[in-house]
């Protein structure tokens, strides 16, 4: 199989409210949606899978735990200036986990998608 396309799956509580999420903050685009059990939205090569509790992927393990959103896994999306973006998410009401953080590399900062799942801004070093 070829295909430069990134998928990573998130465990969601809302898909439809992932969709709007993603779509409205982050610049993604919709793909295939069977709601309420699932949807896929891109940005780039980045196809976010987005599995709600009636998926394949939200049922039970063989030894009875329950898969769930919240993790500190997170998907890294780079960003231009992060001042701005934070500013421009604060104000559509976004939750972050963290302030911006500086380190060798650039600046970061997390905040939750609406099921607890971690997003990453990051700006680059001399971006």
Do not use: C, K
């Not at 685009?29 to 980045?46: E, S």
């Not at 976004?94 to 905040?111: A, E, H, N, Y």
Request: aromatic letters at 8%; zero cysteines.
């Amino acid at each position: 199989m070829t295909d430069d396309t990134v998928h990573v799956r998130y465990l969601v509580d809302d898909v439809r409210a992932a969709i709007d999420f993603y779509t409205t903050h982050l610049g993604f685009t919709a793909g295939t949606v069977f709601l309420p059990a699932f949807a896929d939205v891109r940005r780039g090569h980045l196809r976010l899978l987005l599995s709600g509790p009636a998926s394949s992927a939200g049922r039970s393990m063989p030894d009875g735990r329950t898969p769930h959103p919240g993790g500190w896994n997170r998907i890294h999306l780079l960003v231009q200036d992060i001042d701005a973006e934070v500013a421009r998410l604060r104000a559509a009401g976004v939750v972050f986990r963290s302030d911006v953080i500086t380190g060798p590399g650039g600046r970061q900062i997390v905040l939750d998608d609406p099921a607890g799942n971690p997003v990453e801004l990051f700006q680059p070093a001399g971006a």
